[in-house]
């Protein structure tokens, strides 16, 4: 919302100097409501004068061109040569002489215009940059003549601020330059003069009433209504222009622009139907709920399907207007209306609000509206309406001001708490006589009797409920940079350890320090990347109202985005492995999907004779040890995903508890992904390996005796796999297996593999003997032979 | 009968024939072979002394014992000494060799934490020194844990800053904060409370630079007997200045609205490029917005069972994207989403 401090400047006193100025507008913007930019309005208007012109004649050698004779001062006029039609003898309007510079930069030069010397400019709005009109010269009227001579930028010159509604959206007072000047007068500590009305003349003469019906009591808690008769619609003066130019407003006509001009001040929306469009003064104004099927064109000319959150004004044929949001454009002023019904009314915010969200329609009026604004701004919104339409365009008051009250707000008279509690929030004393000016100064009274204090309410201030609403005003008045640093006395409370946390720490420093990147890309996908992937998957939860087309689901699996991002990185790398740790959500019996922390490892060769599968089978088998789990992971072939390749997958299992996959990705996948190489992809259950991490390590003995190293070769053919023949080497001094060679290749046959296996002997009891060993690895050897035919050993 | 003087002679030409060896003998290996032939059980010495025993004259045996030790010391004095050399020799010409230090053989085989991992683990360690524990909560909510505990009823305003993704219509929906792990907090803990909860959270806005449709945030939440404002700004600026590992760092509390904590506070550091004169990185402000924070509103407080009355405190909570932007001078928060190893590789760090 754009405010005009010179407009504050009505209210309460605050610094001319530019320098100062900006300094309050800092901490304005700490204390009251963040400042999103500041800009100037009316700059570089040092050269232009205000003019009278008091002389016109023809040009006599151009028709389109006059010649006037402007006044600058008493006794000094000069002669300027224009082709604007709109002047007349008497205008009061800008003026640059020679030498002087527009405030685009410009230097104007006296000049012969068809033969005749003009010796300077009258200017139009935009090329002051006060506006966009080049229609005609700005006509400053007649309240500007005794200002003659004089510069502009003294009476066009200001500062404007654009605030962050967000932070007000609980201070609907302050959707005003009202409620804001209330606020610079506190922080700034000057004097705030509120808006003096002149009240009502005499009622007791008007006999007219109007007929209103306040058909839903919850929605309309306020509704006044009344007939102005015999106005003149014509441009606004233009200190209204201006007024609402700087705030990025238009100006239309005097009316509209009156009923901006009170928003804009006061924060009240009014609205103004043209009389005799709704059934001139016996028409009846029902404020309901909207009918089924019904439609409205709205001021900005879009036709309306109106939903049944929808309350409208009507009158007995046809809705006027969306309560509290748009007037209807059937109603709406214009140069030949003559007589208005003004309508100033509360309406409830909640009900405005899925009024407005229902159609998708905010405007400057709902959204003062949703705030939540209190009922005595209708009030006064509607007697100063009624002032500035007298008093500009000579409309007289027909009916009676109808004011119904068909709901009572609620809201807080009064607050008391011990005065000791603002010290307790704050962790900073201040003074009671202080307290109570920042209170006084934002229109709260209070006193303080035996250390309570007692606080009243103003009937605008709807956000304060409780004592720490109050704390909350003190403090930020005051100055939260007065509140010294100091160390913190805390209670004595140990840290509760998150083993989830820790454990995804762990494995994240395993696999970074592995040579693994770790990824964070979206909880989201959509069934497209799914089928890229070939998974057919029903089940996937769907959002409502997704980001977009690509993210419509939350994924149960994080294998997909793994992809696309392998996808994205190969143009540059030829060798990586990327990992991610994320929760992926599955539906569940419960009220909330079950979310289960998944591990997904990546590794990319584009040399195929990397074998991947086994970089990650590494990396899981670093992560089984460095978490310190027991067991080994249990590797079962094959795999039922379309994703993988049969042959080169696996199963992986933990205590016998499935924990995940590992998987060589399938041509066709990987053509998918346009992945040319090697891809071995692994997901894996956090949540199931957490459970088997040993927490604690038992000291075990260790023997003093040294331990015996010996290596045995085996050749053996296909139908084995490794694992089978390794677990089958038992011996009961034997520590420890370790394959230290796998070979394939000549001299061996196609289907033949040797298997180079480190055994470490170690005995508690004594020093082993040559024979002892001998002995064991013969009968290692035996056993194996009896168990797997065909097995060479070298 | 054994003729002494024949194995004296025997013995002498094997002195002679092991001299000339160790004598021409240029490396290690050979030499401790040549130890072996000499000094092993089936040497030609040991197999000559084992005919001593057939000596009779104890005057010989002794002389021809006195001989063939003398013949044996002198053997293996000369290897002890040939071994010192050829030692020598080989330290010397290891030592002589020159490598290019230059070069690298083996490439760094170091990855990455992702930024955001990475900032979550300073702000862990920075809280945990304070005594905040590290939980967590569900991902997906529903209504009343993110929103009406919060003080966010369906209809306020406020929900207009949280632009909510739902699951289903008002009741089930991604988190759009992490403030849900707070509420659930405080309904299974007594104070005194301390805790910080980092995680996802999803926000049905337009991406651009400034955001992304999924982010972090960091939650912190104290609720004791005592802690005040004035307990915030210390234990925050602390904190800052850690984080930023920068103590010149002051805070500037910029009242705010937030309907779940009351006092409300945006807060602002000093920017650390400038120290506060004005930049391009704090848009010549001199403070850089990082967090919102405030007191712990005493509805919120009732929400949970907790008695306003007795206890507060204060809850804060921002995004670790937005300090690690700050700290690295990063200007577009998509980067982080988007996986290029170009980009993850300049933050490497376990």
Not at chain 1, 105 to 110: D, L, M, N, Y
Not at chain 1, 383 to 408: H, M, R
Not at chain 1, 550 to 559: A, C, P
């Amino acid at each position: 919302m754009k405010i005009s401090t010179s407009w504050i400047r009505e209210y309460t006193k605050i610094p001319e100097d530019s320098d100062s100025l900006y300094k309050l507008l800092e901490s304005f913007a700490e204390q009251c409501v963040d400042i999103d930019y500041i800009k100037e309005y009316g700059t570089n208007l040092k050269d232009i004068k205000v003019g009278e012109i008091i002389k016109i004649i023809k040009h006599p050698n151009a028709d389109k061109l006059k010649i006037t004779e402007v006044r600058l001062s008493k006794n000094k006029t000069v002669q300027i040569v224009t082709g604007a039609n709109n002047i007349y003898i008497g205008m009061v309007c800008p003026v640059i002489e020679h030498g002087g510079i527009l405030p685009n930069g410009t230097t104007i030069k006296s000049t012969p215009l068809r033969g005749v010397q003009s010796e300077g400019m009258l200017c139009a709005e935009d090329e002051l940059l006060l506006g966009e009109d080049h229609s005609g010269i700005m006509d400053l009227g007649n309240e500007y003549k005794k200002y003659v001579g004089e510069s502009l930028d003294k009476f066009f010159y200001d500062v404007i601020i654009d605030i962050d509604n967000k932070i007000i959206s609980n201070r609907p007072d302050l959707f005003s330059h009202r409620g804001i000047a209330r606020e610079f007068s506190a922080i700034n500590n000057s004097k705030f003069n509120n808006l003096k009305l002149k009240g009502l003349q005499d009622q007791s003469k008007l006999q007219k009433s109007i007929n209103i019906d306040i058909l839903d009591k919850d929605f309309c808690t306020r509704y006044i209504g009344v007939i102005v008769k015999d106005i003149i619609v014509d441009d606004s003066p233009l200190w209204i222009k201006q007024k609402l130019k700087k705030i990025g407003l238009k100006s239309i006509n005097n009316i509209v622009d009156i009923s901006n001009l009170v928003l804009a001040e006061i924060g009240q929306p009014l609205h103004i139907f043209d009389l005799d469009k709704i059934g001139g003064e016996n028409t009846t104004i029902l404020v309901r709920k909207s009918k089924e099927k019904e439609t409205i064109t709205t001021l900005d000319s879009k036709e309306r399907k109106l939903t049944k959150n929808n309350y409208v004004i009507a009158n007995k044929e046809k809705a006027l207007g969306i309560a509290g949001i748009m007037g209807g454009k059937y109603s709406e002023i214009d140069a030949n209306t003559k007589n208005i019904l003004i309508e100033s009314a509360t309406f409830d915010p909640v009900m405005i609000r899925k009024s407005s969200k229902s159609i998708n329609l905010r405007s400057e009026a709902s959204l003062r509206y949703e705030k939540g604004l209190p009922q005595n701004f209708a009030y006064e919104g509607m007697l100063y309406a009624l002032e500035l339409i007298f008093n500009l365009t000579k409309g007289k008051q027909y009916s009676k001001i109808v004011d119904i009250i068909s709901k009572n707000q609620e809201s807080t008279d009064n607050i008391n708490f011990e005065f000791s509690k603002i010290e307790k929030v704050l962790g900073i004393k201040i003074a009671p006589k202080e307290v109570i000016n920042i209170l006084h100064k934002l229109n709260f009274k209070s006193e303080i009797k035996n250390n309570i204090i007692t606080i009243l309410i103003p009937k605008e201030r709807r956000d304060i409920k409780e004592s720490v609403d109050i704390i909350e005003e003190i403090g930020r008045i005051y100055g939260y940079q007065k509140i010294p640093l100091k160390n913190p006395v805390l209670e004595t409370t140990p840290i509760i350890r998150n083993i989830s946390y820790e454990i995804e720490r762990e494995i994240k420093k395993i696999l970074v320090s592995e040579s693994s990147w770790e990824i964070k890309t979206y909880s989201f996908i959509n069934e497209n990347l799914l089928k890229r992937t070939l998974i057919h998957d029903s089940s996937l939860i769907k959002i409502i109202n997704p980001y977009s087309e690509e993210y419509t689901h939350l994924r149960n699996i994080l294998l997909p985005s793994m992809l696309s991002t392998v996808e994205k990185n190969i143009r540059n790398e030829d060798t990586f492995s990327l990992f991610e740790i994320a929760n992926t959500y599955n539906k569940s019996d419960t009220e909330l999907p079950l979310e289960e922390l998944k591990l997904c490892i990546s590794a990319y060769s584009k040399n195929k004779k990397i074998e991947t599968f086994f970089v990650i089978k590494k990396y899981l088998n670093d992560i089984k040890t460095y978490l310190n789990i027991d067991e080994e992971f249990e590797y079962i072939k094959g795999s039922e995903n379309k994703y993988a390749i049969y042959n080169q997958s696996a199963k992986i299992y933990l205590h016998k508890e499935l924990i995940g996959e590992i998987n060589n990705i399938h041509p066709t996948v990987r053509e998918n992904f346009n992945i040319a190489g090697n891809l071995t992809v692994t997901e894996i259950n956090v949540e199931i390996l957490k459970k088997y991490i040993k927490k604690s390590f038992l000291h075990k003995s260790i023997s003093k005796y040294p331990i015996v190293i010996e290596d045995i070769n085996i050749t053996y053919s296909e139908e084995y796999t490794a694992e089978e023949i390794i677990k089958s080497i038992k011996n009961n001094y034997l520590k420890e297996i370790r394959i230290i060679d796998i070979y394939k290749g000549k001299p061996l046959n196609e289907n033949q593999t040797s298997l180079t296996v480190r055994l470490i002997f170690e005995n508690f009891e004594k020093t082993f003997i040559t024979e002892e060993i001998k002995e064991s690895i013969n009968e290692i050897k035996t056993n194996l032979l009896n168990k797997f035919e065909n097995i060479i050993f070298r | 009968m054994t003729d002494i003087k024949l194995l004296a002679k025997n013995l002498s030409n094997i002195e002679n024939e092991a001299l000339d060896k160790i004598q021409s003998c240029n490396n290690l290996d050979r030499l401790k072979q040549l130890r072996s032939k000499y000094f092993g059980k089936d040497s030609d010495i040991s197999k000559i002394l084992s005919n001593i025993k057939y000596i009779r004259n104890n005057e010989e045996k002794k002389t021809i014992g006195e001989y063939s030790n003398k013949i044996k010391s002198n053997i293996q004095s000369q290897i002890s000494d040939k071994e010192a050399i050829l030692k020598n020799i080989q330290i010397e010409e290891e030592i002589s060799r020159n490598i290019d230090i230059s070069l690298n053989k083996f490439e760094t085989n170091i990855g990455s934490l992702h930024p955001v991992t990475q900032m979550i683990d300073i702000l862990v360690e920075t809280f945990q020194y304070f005594g905040f524990s590290v939980v967590s909560g569900p991902e997906i909510e529903t209504d009343w844990f993110c929103f009406q505990s919060l003080n966010l009823d369906i209809n306020h305003p406020a929900r207009d800053m949280q632009d909510t993704f739902y699951i289903e219509e008002n009741h089930i929906l991604p988190r759009t904060h992490t403030s849900s792990v707070q509420i659930r907090t405080m309904l299974n803990e007594k104070p005194p409370i301390r805790i910080i909860a980092p995680g996802k959270v999803y926000r049905n806005e337009n991406q651009d630079q400034r955001h992304t449709f999924m982010f972090y945030q960091y939650e912190g939440l104290i609720i004791d007997k005592t802690t005040n404002i004035s307990d915030l700004k210390s234990i925050l600026t602390t904190a800052l200045r850690n984080i930023f590992d920068n103590s010149d760092i002051e805070l500037r509390l910029r009242h705010s609205f937030f309907p779940y904590t009351e006092p409300s506070f945006e807060i602002d550091a000093t920017c650390m490029v400038c120290l506060g004169k004005g930049c391009k990185v704090c848009s010549n402000k001199g403070w850089i917005e990082l967090l919102g924070a405030g007191m712990v509103h005493p509805q919120v407080l009732r929400n949970v069972n907790i008695d306003p009355n007795v206890y507060q405190g204060f809850a804060f909570g921002g995004g670790p994207e937005r300090l690690f932007m700050v700290k690295n001078m990063i200007d577009d928060l998509r980067l982080f989403y988007e996986n290029d190893l170009k980009f993850l590789s300049q933050f490497r760090k376990i």
